[in-house]
């Protein structure tokens, strides 16, 4: 079970409102990603799910109960933190151990969790250590061992990677959706990493300063960005907004096209430009394209061979079919 | 160059630490002295620094004259006593500042301290009218209230800047695992600041078992911890330099010794927060 719904939540610190009233429906099993930049909200929401801030006006209500004043030991949600926050004064075993020894269980069952967690993530050999003896990734399996063994309505995470180098983020990253596939557990997953939100997300959440912005499936807001907004934070590297004659020409205020969406030539093309900065990732070459009378250069995607230079011409071509339109307001236009 | 002028200023500086620390001692160091003279060579002049003929005959006296090991009892039991209650106080009161504060904690904190301010004979009177009302003269439960008061703003004060230190992360861990407050108080914030914990018990005892003034004003015989026992040496009936000095020092050897024992964890608890 893990069925959480917000009905008109909304926070206010003192006169600061932080989210707005706002309604979202969180479906048994998913896995939800809050993304959006630093400030817009995505911590705040959880920390009102998880019951660790109270909501200024609306309701949370958890597997159909209203939850909303229930204290966060009582509400049945797990919780990892950016900081691990593992329990620095005991051993790897009794973190783990800890909500099942706060749930009363007895002894034997809670060994027999514990072991079990601790095979699945890797940590039967470091049991005995405290948290200071573990790297950074090891404490970070500690702090999702620690959520698992509860078994809980759903896991909350917060912002977990971003203490974690690269290459083990993109580790942990896999470790947390092969967990989910194979625990189908209801997943809040907090992060300002829209890549992160992407690959893993069945539904994403994407915030702006205390508003949903949008909700639905990464594909979904990757094809239809219902804004500016959602259109400019999903996809890396940015999709580039043309303004002016280009727009309306297409009859839009604004149009959007993603680099990877405009085909780049050296001889021919609708748009002439010269290369700036080229970046080589080995598999692809993003191109910025400076454009004579435009503000902003284009960022445009190519494959990893091609041989251009600082200062060459280039000629761009978008794709007709996979340009966004967006009116006065930045909404799109169907 | 720069060398040399360092290992000057070294040398100074160490002098200095010494003098100073010297004539801190120097108080203790002639107590202890005279605590081994007679009552004669205690008030020769010139004094006598080391070369008298030193004699347990006061200890002997004071032994005889006054039962030693009762106010000790009473000191033990005060200072112990009133230290565990105001932590017991103090541990949930700091954790709410530390972790839950609101618009007046700032306030609340200031406020404490500044009762500490407030010389005792100020409220002599009402504590006094209290403690006979409530018949609380002369026993050590009514010391232990009224000590454990005095130094509660210190408790809370030193256990607030402790918690400060311990990332709230962790209590909300803790929450979200299922732990109540009590929970989380007893298993995990406790446990966290244990080394803060100790040097505040361990500065409050030394307080408390130094205290004077209203373990002096609000007991007679019953309750009368070791600061009554070196005062009844002080008495009118003539001046008893080498007695008074021998009940002083078995009065502050147990603290001195203890002091001396934990001094590390004293200073690591004085400066916690001040360094990082």
Known sequence: MGNIVLDKVEKAFGNVKVIHPLDLEINEGEFVVFVGPSGCGKSTLLRLIAGLEDVTGGAIRINGQDATDVPPAKRGLAMVFQSYALYPHMTVRKNIAFPLRMAKLDKAEQDRRVEQAASVLNLTDYLDRRPAALSGGQRQRVAIGRAIVREPAAFLFDEPLSNLDAALRVGMRLEISELHSRLKTTMIYVTHDQVEAMTMADKIVVLQAGVIEQVGSPLELYREPRNRFVAGFIGSPKMNIIEGEEAKRRGAHAIGVRPEHMSASSTEGLWEGRVGVSEHLGSDTFFHVHLDGWPEPLTVRAGGEVAMHHGDAIFLTPDEERIHKFDAEGLRIA | ?276
């Open chain 2, 1 to 276: 160059m720069a060398r040399a002028v360092s290992t000057r200023r070294k040398i100074a500086f160490t002098a200095l630490a010494w003098a100073i620390g010297l004539i801190i001692f120097f108080p203790i160091y002639w107590t202890i002295l005279t605590s081994f003279k007679t009552e004669a060579q205690a008030i020769n002049d010139p004094p006598l620094f080391f070369f008298f003929d030193w004699t347990l005959e006061n200890y002997a006296v004071v032994q005889e004259r006054s039962d030693y090991m009762r106010f000790l009892w009473n000191s033990v039991i005060v200072a112990g006593g009133s230290t565990l209650l105001g932590i017991l106080v103090a541990v949930p009161a700091a954790w709410s500042m530390a972790f839950v504060p609101s618009k007046a904690t700032k306030d609340i904190l200031l406020w404490m301290l500044s009762t500490k301010m407030l010389p005792a004979v100020g409220v002599l009177y009402p504590i006094s009218l209290l403690f006979i009302q409530f018949g609380l003269l002369d026993t050590r439960i009514g010391l232990v209230l009224v000590l454990m008061l005095i130094n509660l703003p210190i408790i809370v004060w030193m256990l607030y800047t402790y918690f400060k230190e311990i990332p709230g992360e962790i209590l909300e861990a803790a929450r979200m695992d299922g732990a109540g407050l009590r929970e989380e108080i007893l298993f995990v914030l406790t446990p966290m600041a244990i080394p803060g914990i100790a040097s505040t018990v361990l500065l409050n005892f030394i307080l408390a078992w130094n205290e004077a003034f209203w373990t002096l004003n609000l007991t007679a015989a019953g309750a009368a911890p070791l600061t009554a026992f070196i005062a009844s040496y002080s008495s009118p009936e003539g001046l008893f330099f080498a007695k008074l000095s021998a009940a002083s020092t078995m009065a502050i050897a147990p603290i001195l010794i203890l002091g001396w024992f934990s001094q590390k964890q004293l200073v690591r608890g004085l400066t916690f927060g001040a360094v990082k």
